[in-house]
């Protein structure tokens, strides 16, 4: 019998950046980047801001999920993408450093978990 349930792959980076001013819609254009970077569908999205600083970004994907956490006190932000798209840890590496990030970034680890 073949197998129709998909192999679902999840990646996770860990960004330190710095001169970062809106962490929120640094996130915001982040995800959108990495979105159609990986032509992913968004099916909804909600973000919560947290006191004093921080902020939550997840996007429900018709491929599962994608959530962005931003720790603007400590200048990092975690990307965790869960899908069952054949996007691979190239892929996802290119798309968590879009152009308009790269002079931000201090460092980047990005892993296939």
């Not at 192999?7 to 809106?22: E, K, T």
Request: aromatic fraction near 6%.
């Amino acid at each position: 019998m073949e197998q129709s349930t998909p192999i679902i792959n999840h990646f996770v980076a860990l960004i330190r950046l710095a001169g970062v001013d809106d962490w929120g819609n640094l996130a915001s254009n982040l995800a959108e980047s990495l979105i159609q970077k990986l032509n992913l569908t968004v099916i909804k999205s909600d973000s919560h801001n947290f006191s004093p600083h921080g902020e939550t970004r997840v996007y429900l994907l018709s491929q599962s999920h994608l959530a962005i956490h931003t720790w603007p006190e400590d200048g990092v932000m975690h990307v965790d993408l869960v899908t069952c798209s054949e996007a691979n840890l190239g892929q996802f590496e290119e798309g968590v450093r879009p152009d308009f990030l790269r002079e931000k970034i201090i460092d980047l680890q990005a892993r296939k978990v």
